[in-house]
């Protein structure tokens, strides 16, 4: 199995693209993920480049 640590970034891409991870790889993250993640998110909307209903 080929396993991948991501970032926030890479987060969000893979949700926008609405990836499809194969059952022979595995996405894994670091614990800070969730608040790196809600803190881009919020920063993406508060200066306009995605909505709410997005993030």
């Known amino acids: 199995m080929t396993r991948y640590v991501i970032g926030p970034d890479v987060a969000i891409l893979l ?3 609405r990836a499809v991870i194969r059952d ?3 996405i894994l993250a670091p614990t800070l993920l969730r608040s790196q993640l809600l803190s881009l998110l919020y920063q993406a909307v508060h200066h306009g480049e995605m909505t709410k209903q997005d993030a």
């Open 15 to 17: 949700a926008r693209n």
């Open 24 to 26: 022979e790889q595995e």
